[in-house]
């Protein structure tokens, strides 16, 4: 059985067209007479905007001149700009009259579901901060991770913008780079580079190891402490396999480069002196001769 509808609805007006029309007239009215205070709150945030990078410019400036560390410059920069945003945002919104108390109330009901909106915000956002205190790498330094490496160009708070070698942009979030294995090039003075090399049995290995060691050395960027090693590699079947250390500071040189001129310099001086093993080219496929396939008669 129905029940019957109560007695509040049905002394309801019904939505007409006049109704409507001056709700929106209303509206209209209370936006003009509040626009004045929306103007002022846009204004007001992109002073504060304007205010925020001229802060952090002059932060950075003023510690670049003493001996503070480039992460420890970039985490202070970093604060001091989101410091003055927050106080530009608190001001715009009191400028809007909005309650400040009920908007922490609400944002604090809030607050759980944010958090599993946005963990991986968050996450990356903590692991930056981290990454900025304890400084595994800074902007120039070579890294590399699971599945991306290159140069560090910036050290942002949600990810980190690398420069491949071929010259892509790569931005890596902060969670990867503090939860995964990262291997940073630039970290030492010295990184170890190394080229293999063979020589045929029957010849002076002694020499070739000296012939290697002084054209290793003659190239520009091989470091001399230490020096360069050659080391018996493998008994191969027609050759003996040397490989040859050398080092490289990777903060001054480029390994690549280096291993290429080593490499260069090692061939011209094995190859002058006979004792590179040049590997024997593959016979030619017989031909068919003009008898082997008499033609039928």
Known sequence: MLQPLPAAVLQQQPVTIEGLADSFRRFGEELVDRLPYVLAALLFLVVAVLVARVVRRGVARALRRTSTEAHVELLVGKLAYFAVMT????????????????????????????GFA??????????????L????FTRGDYIAVPGAEGTVEDIKVRATQLRTPDGQQVLVPNKLLFTNVLANSSATMRRRGE???????????????????????GVDGVDEDPPPRVLTEDLGQGALS?????????????LLRVRSEVLEAAEAA???????AVPEAPPAPSQPTADAHPPRG
């Open 87 to 114: 106080v530009g945002v608190v001001v715009a919104l009191s400028i809007l009259g909005v309650n400040l108390g009920v908007l922490v109330g609400s944002l604090g009901l809030a607050s759980v579901a944010l």
């Open 118 to 131: 946005l963990q991986d915000i968050v996450g990356n956002f903590a692991a930056g901060v981290v990454l």
């Open 133 to 136: 205190l304890e400084h595994p």
């Open 195 to 217: 080229v293999l090399l063979e020589v045929p049995y029957g010849q002076e290995a002694g020499r070739a190891r000296e012939l290697l060691l002084h054209a290793a050395a």
């Open 242 to 254: 040397l490989r040859l250390w050398f080092w490289v500071d990777p903060r001054a040189d480029d």
């Open 270 to 276: 094995l190859r002058e002196a006979g004792l590179l």
